[in-house]
């Protein structure tokens, strides 16, 4: 018998999973529709099996796939630090804490982008269930050889999670199936007998396993289990032999939901882009294949034949031969024809399939990902202003969700993992203006880059408006804190160990005052020198 915790464990489990069946086969029919590669929900995918053979076009996988490549070329793209540190308090930041947390960024894109991370392959994998099923589930966690980070995609069919009172997806439990040989080197000793027996005969035989993540605060309330002080806690059950492998506590949860388009009373995502478009996407398919029937028969039609006249077979195929009766009489017709048929409608077909796709690539974003051209020598820095402003708003359904609950969770994650295993040094080192400040981060996207252009835009824009108005009246110079403005537009463009700090500004600016002074005092020395030889010169009396 299974002990209490155990079968407690099991049943709230299938609970979750029981009451999610019915979303699988909305995700199936996406995956078919949108992404085969994935369409495994509902039934198994064989290798060799004749993948897409459903499909008539391909169109409506090639707009997923585009929308899910977009996400890591544009907003986690590894060529430039698309992502960057700073505090909940960013008014204390001085410029030592800037440079400290510029110096965090790197050494955190480095650790993520670490060969053994897998950080591309998973994101890759995760931006695709992202744009297909709107939501995804990523593992964030230290290696079991404790040197490196590691970075997992995992399959939606497989997993199930409740949201807690703030709408955080907290309680998670993973289907998984490693092989026997992969439980021994993961748990050692702490494997069942029977998995252990399996190694000298199959090692490579799958064992039902459930990772399960839960609050403290719930685990601690289920029977016959030990007070656990840290925040959550990971349990690795072996589902076949109803044997606990590991119950261990998790100062951060291995496990990030990214989710799209949420809806009231339900704790699972939708992605706006599949929903729109799976209409569309049934559509175009049977449009597909009347169009394809259509065109062959146009390009091969059906024949009429005189019954009797045809001996043998009709072979209309390049160099076939049909024989006819020698004795037809050819003035009663054609023995052979092709039917006449209206080809008129094949003109309308095609025009009613472009608009679909032009659908499709609506609903899924496509027409809005490119920044449109902005500057001209014949656009006014309004102008440029409110195109950046009319892509941001048509943008922000797209890059917002990705980059607050995707990325950001990406990289809080990652650096709440790195600082507990001390790859930012002692903490004390950290410079004390920002010591105890909640890290939170900024990142590069289009969306960001269209902000930055709006500001050097409302820059260029003040200084078009302060120049006129000087020109009516030159006190009004007084109205802007050139300085400060500037300083704020350096900031969006430049990195902060290119800029000095304010009191360093001002030191500079009053080393420089005092040696103007300097310099005039010598320069009037120097004049009363002249003026005083000058005199000297004229009152001499000439010998």
């Known amino acids: 018998m299974p002990s209490a915790l155990i079968q407690t464990l099991r049943d709230r489990g299938k609970q979750l999973f029981d009451k999610r069946q019915g979303l699988l086969t909305l995700w199936q029919e996406i995956a078919d529709n949108f992404y085969p590669e994935r369409a495994d929900f509902t039934m198994i995918n064989n290798l060799g099996d004749d993948m897409a053979s459903h499909l008539m076009t391909s169109y409506p996988a090639i707009a997923r796939r585009d929308l899910g490549n977009a996400f890591g070329s544009m907003l986690r793209p590894s060529a430039k630090d698309w992502f960057h540190a700073q505090t909940n308090r960013p008014e204390r930041e001085d410029t030592e804490a800037k440079q400290w947390l510029e ?4 050494l955190t894109k480095n650790a993520m982008y670490d060969r053994v991370a897998q950080f591309n392959r998973a994101t890759k994998q995760g931006d695709h269930d992202f744009a297909a099923f709107g939501q995804c589930v990523i593992s964030t966690e230290i290696n079991y ?9 995992w399959h939606l069919r497989d997993c199930a999670w409740v949201e807690d009172d703030t709408g955080e997806a907290t309680t998670l439990y993973r289907k998984w199936k490693p092989t026997a040989m992969e439980l021994k080197g993961l748990f050692g000793d702490k494997i069942h007998s029977k998995v252990a027996k399996k190694l000298e005969k199959s090692p490579y035989d799958e064992i039902p396993t459930w990772h399960i993540v839960l609050p403290a605060e719930q685990y601690n309330e289920l029977p016959g289990v030990k007070r656990i002080r840290q925040p959550f806690v990971s349990i690795y059950l072996d589902v076949e032999n109803e044997h606990l492998m590991e119950e261990v506590g998790q100062w951060v949860h291995p496990y990030i939901v990214p989710r799209w388009q949420t809806v009231s009373g339900t704790q699972y995502a939708h992605s706006p882009a599949s929903v729109a478009a799976l209409g569309d996407a049934r559509l175009i398919q049977a449009m597909t294949t009347v169009l394809l029937e259509a065109g062959e028969k146009a390009v091969s039609p059906p024949m009429l034949a005189t019954k009797e006249a045809i001996r043998g077979d009709i072979s209309i ?3 076939g031969i049909t024989w006819v009766d020698q004795d037809y009489d050819e003035r009663l017709g054609e023995v052979l024809r092709p039917m006449t048929q209206d080809k008129s409608g094949l003109n309308f077909g095609f025009e009613m399939n472009a608009d679909i796709r ?9 027409n809005k990902l490119t ?10 820095a309004y102008e440029v202003g409110q195109r950046v402003q009319e892509y941001i708003r048509q943008a922000l359904p797209l890059f917002e969700p990705m980059e607050d609950d995707y990325n950001g969770r990406l990289c809080e994650t990652t650096f709440d993992l790195l600082l507990r295993a001390g790859a930012y040094g002692d903490p004390r080192n950290i410079p004390r203006t920002i010591q105890g400040s909640d890290i939170k981060f900024t990142f590069e996207s289009p969306l960001h880059e269209a902000t930055e252009k709006a500001k050097l835009g409302q820059f260029m824009e003040a200084q078009q408006v302060l120049a006129q108005a000087i020109s009516l009246d030159p006190t009004t110079a007084y109205l802007v804190d050139s300085k400060k403005a500037t300083r704020d537009v350096l900031e969006a463009v430049a990195p902060a160990s290119w800029l000095n700090d304010e009191m360093e500004v001002e030191a500079l600016v009053r080393a420089q005052e005092e040696e103007a002074m300097q310099q005039n005092l010598l320069d009037k020395v120097e004049q ?16």
């Open 145 to 153: 050889r404790v040197n490196a980070l590691l970075f997992r995609s």
């Open 103 to 106: 110096w965090a960024t790197k």
């Open 358 to 366: 032009s659908q499709i690539t609506e609903a899924f974003y496509l």
């Open 317 to 319: 195929y390049a160099g």
């Open 528 to 543: 009363g020198s002249n003026i005083a030889k000058n005199l000297g010169e004229v009152e001499q009396p000439a010998v």
């Open 371 to 380: 920044l449109p051209p902005v500057g001209g020598p014949d656009m006014t």
